[in-house]
Each structure stands twice: as C-alpha cells, then as structure tokens.
C-alpha cells in the first residue's frame, strides 16, 4: 500500500532554499513516476514538476525552471523537491503524487496516490 508522506515545508524568507522529501512508507515509491504539485490560496494545483521511476526523464514548469530540481533515491522511497531562490510567489501547499503509469505526467488527475501537503511560506 502507498503511503506518500512529504516534509520539509516551513517559513523562508525570499532567495532562500528548502528541501521538501516525499517518502513512502508502503516502500513502493521505487515503481512510480512521481509529481510535485502545489496549490496556493484562491489557486487551481498546478505541477510543479515530475520524474519517471529510473529519473531518466523530468519535467519543470516554467515558473521554476532553474531554480527547482526534482531528484529520487529509490533505495530509500523517497523523492525530494530542491527550491532554491524561493520567491513569495512560490508560496503555496506542496503535494507529492505518483503514478503507476511511469509518465511525468502534469494533470493531477492521472495521479493514483497522493500525500497530505506540507506548507511552503516565503515571505518577502
């Protein structure tokens, strides 16, 4: 059984970085693509970002091209979300997903699994 369990999240103040980890407690994260998403207040989820079970291919949105890394240790069911140069924009809940279908899909609703959030605030 899946279980995503993300954190990381806190308070930073705008130009710093968090680590945001996305583990799974069912150990099966190793055979899922993962996703990234956030949603902001008053906001639709949007993806931030997503990569195949093997990290061979990723995605980024365009907001954070540059400045956020998807990465994955399968040894250790977990998938982490490097942010740097945060700005208040990014200011959102994250939520990890993965799929079974090994696609870095961005429609959240391709998604089988998902965790319970963790808070981003950057302030500025």
């Known amino acids: 059984q899946v279980q995503l369990v993300e954190s990381g999240g806190g308070l930073v103040q705008a130009g710093g970085s968090l680590r945001l980890s996305c583990a799974d407690s069912?150990?099966?994260?190793?055979?899922?693509?993962m996703g990234w998403f956030r949603q902001a207040p008053g906001k639709e989820r949007e993806i931030v970002a997503a990569?195949?079970?093997?990290?061979?291919?990723?995605y980024y949105t365009d907001s954070v091209k540059g400045r956020f890394t998807i990465s994955r240790d399968n040894s250790k069911n977990t998938v982490y979300l490097q942010m740097n140069s945060l700005k208040p924009e990014d200011t959102a809940v994250y939520y990890c997903?993965?799929?079974?279908?090994?696609?870095?899909?961005?429609?959240?609703?391709?998604?089988?699994?998902w965790g319970q959030g963790t808070q981003v605030t950057v302030s500025s």
């Open positions: 997903a993965g799929n079974r279908a090994n696609l870095p899909y961005t429609n959240g609703h391709l998604y089988n699994y």
């Open positions: 069912g150990r099966t994260l190793s055979r899922l693509a």
């Open positions: 990569i195949t079970y093997s990290g061979g291919s990723t």
